[in-house]
């Protein structure tokens, strides 16, 4: 039986995300653009994000998200076991969603 991995403890979250920006940037190759990317967490919040980076690290992951206002700028630092769902959708026109990969 393998161990169980909680959140909060040294886990996979630099492969879980390398593989999030995978997915990212497969679905804006075959689509042409940058996708909106919505998290629901277990918790019942979601957000669209801009940004997720596997930073601190032990298990917790930064998501940054799309702000309201201009200059706001605000991240979460979320356990890995708290994603309930990531959805990748092609962003309206008129929305200023889309999701940063990495250089």
């Given at each position: 039986?393998?161990?169980?991995?909680?959140?909060?403890?040294?886990?996979?979250?630099?492969?879980?995300?390398?593989?999030?920006?995978?997915?990212?940037?497969?679905?804006?190759?075959?689509?042409?653009?940058?996708?909106?990317?919505?998290?629901?967490?277990?918790d019942g919040a979601t957000v669209t994000v801009?940004?997720?980076?596997?930073?601190?690290?032990?298990?917790?992951?930064?998501?940054?998200?799309?702000?309201?206002?201009?200059?706001?700028?605000?991240?979460?630092?979320?356990?890995?076991?708290?994603?309930?769902?990531?959805?990748?959708?092609?962003?309206?026109?008129?929305?200023?969603?889309?999701?940063?990969?990495?250089?």
């Amino acid at each position: 039986m393998s161990e169980l991995w909680l959140p909060g403890v040294s886990g996979p979250q630099d492969a879980f995300v390398s593989r999030v920006l995978q997915r990212v940037q497969a679905f804006a190759e075959q689509y042409g653009s940058q996708p909106r990317v919505d998290v629901d967490l277990r918790d019942g919040a979601t957000v669209t994000v801009r940004a997720i980076s596997p930073e601190p690290g032990f298990g917790f992951v930064t998501l940054t998200p799309h702000a309201d206002a201009e200059d706001a700028v605000e991240e979460w630092i979320v356990p890995v076991g708290a994603f309930g769902r990531i959805t990748l959708s092609l962003a309206e026109e008129h929305e200023p969603f889309g999701f940063s990969l990495p250089e």
